[in-house]
């Protein structure tokens, strides 16, 4: 393979792609424990928000690829980045109950028009024949900057308070000490701290709690300046692409197609289907954070224990693209499908950070076997003139799954891992791994019934 035959906008594209995962990555992998711990949320509502958010995030593509089709795609982009970049700064500077959900709420919208217009754009400039391996490079650098923004969410939520409190920034540590919670030791923040591995004094544990959440209103900012930077690539080295031969449509009948894509009950069967691979991976940021420093310990690097996911992406996407390209597109997914419910498993078995990390391993694996084979697939079935609109409702398994996930995640994580009393993550864990049981099941039924859409229009058209 000669990736030279990718045009620049192809690798502008990507570039964009991962400043904008930077941010988003580093900024939701805390926003759970943000919402219970900075703003003041109960850790049932946090979820629930959380949920109800992404899901916001992968509802709105639709309209917002509708828009970018007719708009273009980079017009598109310059929406998205200076609504995402204003989106993270509110949520970072005030961190209140009323202005986080306004801040989520324009995150939610200039990141519904990056995803249909970056898949999009990806499918335009991939040469001829060589659409899945652009996917799957895009699929890599998606989760190289998953993988970044954790770490670096890791450093500014655990070690910056760490550097601060030992320097002389006394009007900050000032600052940190009057308007950052907990505000005082109670009995239950008390036994919080005894359980920890090892014992903290109580005065020690507030301290550490008040600089974690300063550090993750940093990581928003942080957000802030890599939305920016996004934005500054659009300006300078993103080229719209080349669209000749496309039918020029009015918004009426754009969003006349969107509509219509709703009565295609295979269509909307399959997405829904794949709702239930979503459901078990958006756990990674809804459950999986809290369960690590409630159930494991308060100073494990939760957000490297996370980063494993798109780490192993990261190192064997390529070679797992490779070793499944033969395989039909229902089967490959099914496998990828199988090995995720796995992980789930594992988790609910080994209640230890490296039972955890073993876990989310395994759940990397079924990840990178299944989804750049599912964006491929999606975008095969999109006629001309309506790619972003096509990818932009593929999003919708994520809404279901999280609309859905979101408050199962918090009810679960009340039940079977509070902050005290008795806990039984495995029965969460389970749980999860059951709806994917289910998924799969639904995924060889749907096989049965409707085949491979794929294979059917090949055969039509020879």
Same mark, same amino acid.
């Given at each position: 393979?000669?990736?030279?035959?990718?045009?620049?906008?192809?690798?502008?594209?990507?570039?964009?792609?991962?400043?904008?995962?930077?941010?988003?990555?580093?900024?939701?992998?805390?926003?759970?424990?943000?919402?219970?711990?900075?703003?003041?949320?109960?850790?049932?509502?946090?979820?629930?928000?959380?949920?109800?958010?992404?899901?916001?995030?992968?509802?709105?593509?639709?309209?917002?690829?509708?828009?970018?089709?007719?708009?273009?795609?980079?017009?598109?982009?310059?929406?998205?980045?200076?609504?995402?970049?204003?989106?993270?700064?509110?949520?970072?500077?005030?961190?209140?109950?009323?202005?986080?959900?306004?801040?989520?709420?324009?995150?939610?919208?200039?990141?519904?028009?990056?995803?249909?217009?970056?898949?999009?754009?990806?499918?335009?400039?991939?040469?001829?024949?060589?659409?899945?391996?652009?996917?799957?490079?895009?699929?890599?650098?998606?989760?190289?900057?998953?993988?970044?923004?954790?770490?670096?969410?890791?450093?500014?939520?655990?070690?910056?308070?760490?550097?601060?409190?030992?320097?002389?920034?006394?009007?900050?540590?000032?600052?940190?000490?009057?308007?950052?919670?907990?505000?005082?030791?109670?009995?239950?923040?008390?036994?919080?701290?005894?359980?920890?591995?090892?014992?903290?004094?109580?005065?020690?544990?507030?301290?550490?709690?008040?600089?974690?959440?300063?550090?993750?209103?940093?990581?928003?900012?942080?957000?802030? @300046?890599? *939305?920016?930077? #996004?934005?500054?690539?659009?300006? +300078? !080295?993103?080229?719209?692409? =080349?669209?000749?031969?496309?039918? $020029?449509?009015?918004?009426?009948?754009?969003?006349?197609?969107?509509?219509?894509?709703?009565?295609?009950?295979?269509?909307?069967?399959?997405?829904?289907?794949?709702?239930?691979?979503?459901?078990?991976?958006?756990?990674?940021?809804?459950?999986?954070?809290?369960?690590?420093?409630?159930?494991?310990?308060?100073?494990?690097?939760?957000?490297?224990?996370?980063?494993?996911?798109?780490?192993?992406?990261?190192?064997?996407?390529?070679?797992?693209?490779?070793?499944?390209?033969?395989?039909?597109?229902?089967?490959?997914?099914?496998?990828?499908?199988?090995?995720?419910?796995?992980?789930?498993?594992?988790?609910?078995?080994?209640?230890?950070?490296?039972?955890?990390?073993? @876990?989310? *391993?395994?759940? #990397?694996?079924?990840?990178?076997? +299944? !989804?750049?084979?599912?964006? =491929?697939?999606?975008?095969?079935? $999109?006629?001309?003139?309506?790619?972003?609109?096509?990818?932009?409702?593929?999003?919708?398994?994520?809404?279901?799954?999280?609309?859905?996930?979101?408050?199962?995640?918090?009810?679960?994580?009340?039940?079977?891992?509070?902050?005290?009393?008795?806990?039984?993550?495995?029965?969460?864990?389970?749980?999860?791994?059951?709806?994917?049981?289910?998924?799969?099941?639904?995924?060889?039924?749907?096989?049965?019934?409707?085949?491979?859409?794929?294979?059917?229009?090949?055969?039509?058209?020879?």
């Amino acid at each position: 393979m000669d990736i030279r035959r990718f045009p620049r906008t192809f690798w502008a594209a990507n570039t964009i792609e991962l400043f904008e995962r930077l941010a988003y990555y580093g900024m939701n992998v805390i926003l759970v424990l943000y919402l219970t711990r900075r703003v003041g949320f109960s850790v049932q509502y946090s979820a629930s928000i959380t949920g109800i958010f992404i899901a916001s995030l992968y509802l709105l593509p639709i309209p917002t690829g509708a828009v970018s089709d007719k708009i273009g795609f980079r017009n598109g982009l310059f929406i998205a980045f200076s609504v995402l970049a204003a989106g993270y700064a509110i949520l970072g500077l005030f961190p209140s109950m009323a202005s986080v959900i306004i801040a989520l709420a324009f995150i939610a919208v200039g990141g519904a028009f990056v995803k249909p217009v970056i898949s999009g754009t990806i499918k335009k400039t991939s040469p001829e024949g060589l659409s899945r391996i652009g996917f799957s490079i895009f699929y890599m650098v998606v989760n190289i900057g998953g993988f970044t923004g954790k770490i670096v969410a890791k450093t500014l939520r655990q070690d910056l308070g760490r550097w601060i409190s030992a320097s002389d920034y006394s009007k900050l540590k000032d600052w940190v000490y009057a308007n950052v919670p907990p505000f005082e030791i109670t009995e239950s923040l008390i036994e919080r701290a005894a359980g920890q591995n090892p014992p903290m004094a109580p005065e020690a544990f507030v301290d550490l709690l008040k600089w974690q959440g300063f550090g993750m209103q940093v990581i928003c900012l942080f957000s802030v @300046a890599m *939305a920016l930077v #996004a934005l500054a690539l659009v300006a +300078f !080295a993103y080229k719209e692409p =080349d669209r000749a031969g496309e039918p $020029a449509r009015s918004m009426t009948e754009t969003f006349g197609d969107m509509f219509r894509l709703f009565l295609d009950l295979k269509f909307v069967s399959f997405i829904v289907i794949f709702a239930g691979f979503d459901l078990m991976f958006w756990q990674l940021y809804l459950s999986v954070p809290t369960y690590i420093v409630t159930h494991i310990s308060e100073t494990a690097p939760m957000e490297y224990i996370v980063a494993i996911n798109p780490g192993m992406i990261i190192v064997f996407q390529m070679v797992i693209a490779s070793l499944v390209v033969r395989m039909k597109p229902i089967g490959n997914m099914a496998l990828g499908m199988a090995i995720s419910v796995l992980g789930m498993i594992l988790l609910g078995l080994l209640p230890t950070l490296w039972g955890a990390m073993i @876990a989310i *391993a395994v759940f #990397a694996i079924g990840e990178m076997t +299944f !989804a750049p084979r599912f964006l =491929d697939y999606v975008s095969t079935l $999109a006629p001309k003139g309506k790619i972003g609109l096509y990818l932009g409702f593929a999003y919708m398994r994520s809404f279901i799954a999280n609309l859905l996930g979101g408050p199962l995640s918090g009810y679960l994580l009340g039940r079977y891992c509070p902050a005290e009393g008795v806990r039984q993550p495995y029965k969460m864990w389970f749980t999860f791994a059951f709806i994917g049981v289910a998924a799969l099941i639904a995924l060889f039924v749907y096989d049965r019934i409707v085949g491979d859409q794929t294979e059917k229009e090949e055969a039509a058209a020879a």
